[in-house]
């Protein structure tokens, strides 16, 4: 059963430009979960979303910043317009059902450097 | 707002029980408390979660405090490959979103 994939795993992008990250679940999860790392610092929730629907993005800075996560395909948080403060590891993780008790499964993350 | 406590740095030496603290005095009595560990460039792994009772697995030991104000994730012997960084995280009741605290980095000693 493979992990949770996200890829690009390194991105680089000028500031303007628009970032897109894609995450892919682990098989049969359907709950999934993004967090930004600044560097040495600990992960801060960003966004929480099943399939089709957002359930919680109050991590979320109110502009640039979206995310999505289709019927199908895997999920996406795209950021606008990208400043060098966007710059950090992003990571996605998964869970099988929406439930405290469940532990997230994280992927290896996707590290966004803007120059 | 909800937060857990955490020493920066810990060391240990190899094959000795490690104890590292956690203290999270704003929890409230349906939070879980969960430990990840995360190595450089890695995303976060997961070692133990509980809510109120000690809970034991084939990774580490979780002790929670009677008032379940603070927590020890207990590594019984130490190796080289746990060297890493230990996050204590609360889940808050009506949420799914994990808190992460700032971590501790543990550094095992041949």
């Known amino acids: 059963n493979a992990g949770v994939m996200q890829n690009p795993r390194h991105l680089v992008r000028r500031r303007g430009q628009e970032a897109r990250l894609r995450c892919s679940p682990m098989k049969g999860h359907s709950h999934v979960y993004w967090y930004r790392q600044l560097p040495e610092e600990g992960l801060k929730f960003m966004v929480y979303l099943q399939k089709e629907n957002i359930i919680d993005e109050s991590g979320m800075p109110k502009e640039r910043f979206s995310a999505e996560f289709p019927k199908e395909g895997p999920s996406i948080l795209r950021i606008q317009q990208v400043v060098r403060g966007d710059s950090a590891a992003y990571f996605c993780a998964s869970s099988p059902a929406g439930q405290r008790s469940y532990e997230q499964y994280f992927g290896p993350g996707t590290r966004l450097t803007v120059t | 707002d909800a937060k857990t406590t955490q020493p920066n740095s810990m060391e240990s030496n190899e094959e000795e029980p490690v104890h590292l603290p956690c203290n999270h005095s704003t929890i409230s009595g349906t939070d ?79």
Not at chain 2, 43 to 54: A, D, F, K, Q, R
Request: charged letters at 15%; proline letters at 3%; a positive charge.
């Open chain 2, 32 to 110: 879980y408390i969960h430990w990840y560990r995360q190595l450089p460039s890695q995303g976060p792994e997961y070692v133990i979660h509980g809510l109120t009772s000690n809970v034991n697995n084939r990774m580490a030991s979780l002790a929670i405090a009677e008032d379940r104000k603070s927590s020890t994730l207990i590594l019984h012997r130490a190796t080289l490959r746990d060297a890493a960084v230990y996050y204590c995280i609360l889940c808050l009741s009506g949420t799914y979103k994990y808190i992460f605290g700032t971590g501790t980095r543990l550094k095992v000693l041949a």
